[in-house]
């Protein structure tokens, strides 16, 4: 039912979607503006293999360890552990090595530490019993363009 009346509320006001798709649009490039491009790379490696629900948190305000944390999921170890050689390749060939890698062998929680931003790369049960979404809530999500598999709504999470 629920998308049947998006379809209705998209044809009775079409101008209003538009204004909508186009508003979230220049939010998408202000935020790539805004970030890192050694971030921007990080989030494109993960993506690329197929990281389960990125999500990154703007920590400027609340720790002083670091300014983000790049929050993703793999479904099993393998797939961990290929996210993250993916990052950490990407950005030592970019320039940036990682100051230090934890958790590569279990693959249950790799963490790329990078200074400015620390990668997290779960096996989806490690990721919710550690749950560092809810641990640090009071740092500010920033909103991911659809590029990078944030679609809440993914062919996978809908089969779960």
């Known amino acids: 039912m629920k998308d049947n009346s998006t379809i209705k509320e998209k044809s009775l006001q079409p101008g209003e979607t538009a204004v909508r798709t186009a508003v979230k649009e220049r939010v998408i490039e202000s935020v790539k503006e805004d970030l890192d491009p050694r971030m921007l790379l990080a989030l494109q490696a993960a993506s690329e293999k197929k990281a389960l629900d990125i999500v990154l948190l703007d920590l400027r305000e609340i720790a002083t360890f670091t300014d983000y944390f790049l929050i993703t999921s793999g479904a099993n170890q393998r797939q961990v552990q290929a996210i993250a050689d993916e990052v950490i390749e990407k950005l030592k060939k970019s320039g940036t090595p990682a100051a230090r890698v934890e958790g590569y062998r279990s693959a249950e929680w790799i963490l790329a530490d990078y200074g400015d931003f620390i990668v997290h790369v779960f096996e989806d049960k490690a990721r919710k019993f ?5 641990l640090w809530r009071e740092g500010k999500r920033v909103a991911l363009p659809a590029e990078f598999g944030n ?10």
Do not use: G, Q
């Not at 550690?130 to 809810?134: G, I, K, M, S, T």
């Not at 709504?153 to 779960?160: A, N």
């Open 151 to 160: 679609d809440p709504v993914s062919s996978l999470r809908r089969e779960l």
């Open 130 to 134: 550690y749950d560092l979404e809810r």
